[in-house]
T-cell receptor, first 113, second 115 residues
Framework: DQQVKQNSPSLSVQEGRISILNCDYT??????FLWYKKYPAEGPTFLIS?????DKNEDGRFTVFLNKSAKHLSLHIVPSQPGDSAVYFC????????????FGQGTTLQVKP | NAGVTQTPKFQVLKTGQSMTLQCAQD?????MSWYRQDPGMGLRLIHY???????DQGEVPNGYNVSRSTTEDFPLRLLSAAPSQTSVYFC??????????????FGEGSWLTVV
């Protein structure tokens, strides 16, 4: 049972436009959500996170929105740049103090110049 | 990737062989974990540790063994390698699982092929 789902395997956008990556979750015990970015042959790197007590968190060009009632979060990248081309993973964790992350399948973003 | 070191980076094993993937971090993080990444599956948790001497199973623990004798090291042992264990393995560590410091740092990955 996939508790965290990224239903779009890939996304292609033009440089300068907005990229929107989506993520759905099923476990209502999740209270902290993270986005990771991964380049080929490298480990994932932390991008941005959001606690369930918030509905929006912004960091430069990256904004994460959380809709708890819909169990949905999204990552907005504005404006998109070619260097943003990577695989983006959504992840979730609960308050069980174990540092465990449940990941989605990932979305490959391609930003075309 | 801040302070999480994995070795080896590449390894080819024969079915039935055993080996250990090494992971070390120098950030004094309490929490360490191992994930595997397979196509279309995202990253799945194998084993994790909340401190020296404490380990527990993740989503896909079968065929793997771990121990945590020090805060710095968290090796992953493959007891009898199988082709289904062909994957990319990531070690991760974090200071705290909650709040603003819930940032988990990943190593660069270990590519394992079992033939």
């Amino acid at each position: 049972d996939q508790q965290v789902k990224q239903n779009s395997p890939s996304l292609s956008v033009q440089e300068g436009r907005i990229s929107i990556l989506n993520c759905d979750y099923t476990n209502s015990m999740f209270d902290y959500f993270l986005w990771y970015k991964k380049y080929p042959a490298e480990g994932p790197t932390f991008l941005i996170s959001i606690s369930s007590i918030k509905d929006k968190n912004e960091d430069g060009r990256f904004t994460v929105f959380l809709n708890k009632s819909a169990k949905h979060l999204s990552l907005h990248i504005v404006p998109s740049q070619p260097g943003d081309s990577a695989v983006y993973f959504c992840a979730a964790t609960g308050s069980s103090n174990t540092g465990k992350l449940i990941f989605g399948q990932g979305t490959t973003l391609q930003v075309k110049p | 990737n801040a302070g999480v070191t994995q070795t080896p980076k590449f390894q080819v094993l024969k079915t039935g062989q055993s080996m250990t993937l090494q992971c070390a971090q120098d950030m004094n993080h309490e929490y360490m974990s191992w994930y595997r990444q397979d196509p279309g599956m995202g990253l799945r948790l194998i084993h994790y540790s909340v401190g020296a001497g404490i380990t527990d199973q993740g989503e896909v623990p079968n065929g793997y063994n771990v121990s945590r004798s020090t805060t710095e090291d968290f090796p992953l042992r493959l007891l009898s390698a199988a082709p289904s264990q062909t994957s990319v393995y990531f070690c991760a560590s974090s200071y705290s699982p909650t709040g603003a410091r819930n940032t988990i740092y990943f190593g660069e990955g270990s590519w394992l092929t079992v033939v």
